[in-house]
């Protein structure tokens, strides 16, 4: 015990760690390329839904598609990536530190991303890659776009290898101390990341790009949609988890209060490392060649990942349960009233975390073996993703942003600036709750999702549709409004706010926490039992996809205008 | 008597491991009733169709 | 590790509806047959014809016995194809008796489509190389669209057909 004590004073005395100016460059850079990916990929969504409501027309040839792709990649695969590695550097870098020679690492991870982004951004301008994100096999876009995504990948790795190098060699300096919070969860995430891009690498280096590139006269189309969801699931987990961090080590510290307990805030990174990536099933449910006994394998496996989540509803509560009786206020929900409401980096993260309440619902329904034919590829899906990933996942990272990036810049949040914070949170949660409630509620009546306007016929449904595709419109106004505001935020935060000290906000554990058990530290384990997972819910569903494959595709370009 | 109070002493000590998170687990519950309408609701779509 | 009491009551109820979820689909798609469609059947997509049901006579509606029929389809790229009329004319509009039972068979000889008949549970992935089937109960009449719900290309939105269900 005493020596517990004692370990836990240096942890004190020496956290958190001062971020050079060279290091502060790396992270600011990695954070510029995501919100100019925001303003770029905001504007498509206007456009998208101002087309699909029948309100415009696109000009100068543009295709409805076109710009659902550059939607899609630049949000969901661009711009996600690029403030994941800016915030979890700035992470590692706080919490473990960054040498010289991993910033220089880094750097290089930077720049190959960039290649790959400008790749894949061409043959998306030029209007030869209509394939949207998911890229389906045998749509054959330009080869240059599956080289740009598979540079992206390898750039995202460079940086898991340098933020596993920074807690190595932390590890090293500072023996039989735990990994600190923070830089546990970002290894646990760059794991959990590497493990599940090996599948689309593997799709995109041996079956896409020869293909594309014509060395290979067919593709293996079901494999193909096997590898992307074996990525393609983790894939949102991998959004989620730096809004866990934050929720889980940064929050409590913003409300004043102190994690709820670092164990079990381990404990839920782990379950999601285990059970995020052998799910992939659930995306393919409604699938003509993958036997339904291992689908329904991977739909228990995927019930599996709400547990986790199940754990971190009930530590946010009690984190500000906790804050709220420490500071004196009483009775069942006295609690609420403590909570910082005009601090936008406390609102906007809550907001998230309200939204992850039918965001978590709406992902079992989806993951429900055969209802799931009730709701697969309507807008309902569509609505799902953009109360999780555009609302809980970017509500918390602008919460992040509005102390990071002054922190970084060596600029100051001002109450001015904490003011529009608040008001665009509130534009972006009336934005999201009419777009996303208008596409759950569409869905339902069974409306199509990643379609351009169509009358279908002019049947009755059709026209019922009509009017939700109009209050998506109007929910997409509102929210490119919103984006309008952020990145005049952004810009306001790091060029222009008066200059300061910015708290880096991490939360410390109570004086009298309860030790964090060694064994969490036992990665090797928790990734041996991922691949055990993985093989045990791939291995026969796979070979028997493969054993009694039909024969492959050849590339198809003209549907999509590519040839 | 001294069997009562020393019950009392538990409960006073246990309180102090034990945060009161009456609030909490209301709240908690709450959100585990909406994912079960939800799921329900559905399901019953999925039924009547 | 120490759980608070209302953790462990809340981890209990949560995982517990989880096992619920879990008992009602899986009774329902091993006991009941309502698994999502997955039959496994390949077909060679640059040679549909070499297959009875695609065979260009045999697309559309069949009807089998008194209340079953066998609608079957080629989606292509942008188009769904129920054969023809008695007029030579493509079949964009088709009718089933309410309470019939029907077996949907569909592929495709290209990319890869979608096939939902809007506001029913007959929802599927086409993909070339497979065979999708469901076989449902038609239970209440009206106008159904059947849409191309998974992209094919840019004229993925103009790939549509109605089905009418009456009394």
Redesign the interface.
Known sequence: MAMEKLERFYDKSRLPLTISKQEARLYMTFIYVAFISLAIGGLMGLLQTLVRSGTITLPWGI???QILTLHGVILALIMTTYFIIGFQHALMGKTVGMSDKQRKTAWIGFWVMVLGTTFAAITILLGRA?V?Y?F????KAHPLFYIGLALVIIGSWIAAFVNWHQVYKWKKEHPGEKTPLLAFMVVINMAMWFIASLGVAVAVLVQFIPWSLGYAETIN??VS?TLFWYFGHPLVYFWLLPAYMAWYAIIPKIIGGKIF?D??AR?AFVLLLFFSIPVGFHH?????????TW??IQ??LT?MV??PS??T??SM??T???TG?KKGFG??????KHLPWKDVRFLAPFIGMLAF??G???G??NA???????????IWVTGHFHITVATTVILTFFGIAYWLIPHLTGRTLTPAINRLGIIQTIIWTVGMTIMSGAMHIQG???????????E??G????TEWIWYQAAQAIGGTILFIGIILMVYIVIKLAFFAPKGNEEFPIAEEEENA?PT?KFFDNYKLWVAITIALILFAYTIPFV?IIQ???????P?D????NS | MASIDEKKKEQVTHDEKE??????F???LL?GL??IV??VL??A??II? | ????K??KI??IV??GS?VV??LI??F???WLG?????????????NIEAHEAFKPENLGVTQVEEDKYIINVVAS??NYDFGTDEDGAPL?HIRIPKGSTVLWQVTSP???H?F?V????????????????LETEMKST????I????????????M?A?LEVYE
């Open positions: 295709d409805y598609y209509n949207l998911t389906y096999a045998p749509l189309v079901l949609r307990s164990s079990l404990l393919q449910l409604t699938e003509p060649g993958i036997d339904p689908k329904f739909v228990v019930f709400v547990i199940l754990m509803a009930f509560f009690a500000f349960e906790i009786r009775g069942l929900f006295g609690w609420l309440i039918p978590g619902a709406g079992i329904i429900s073996h055969q209802m799931n034919a009730v709701v697969h590829n309507t339902l009546l069974g409306g199509p999702r990643r379609s351009s306007y169509s279908y016929g049947t009755e449904q059709a309860e058990p028997d009694n494959s039909p024969p492959g595709s050849p198809f003209w549907p999509i205008g | 945060p009161d998170l009456r609030g909490t209301i709240s908690v959100v909406f994912i939800s799921w559905v399901y779509l999925f169709r | 590790m120490h759980l608070h209302f953790e809340w981890l949560g995982i989880l979820f879990l689909l899986g329902g798609a091993f309502t698994h999502p469609q997955s039959h496994g059947v390949t077909i060679d997509p640059q790229a942008f964009k290209d990319v890869v979608g939902n809007a506001g029913t549970n007959v929802n599927m992935m086409v993909e070339p190389g497979y065979i999708s089937s009206g106008e159904f669209t849409v191309c719900n998974e992209y094919c290309g840019t004229g993925h939105h103009l549509y109605t």
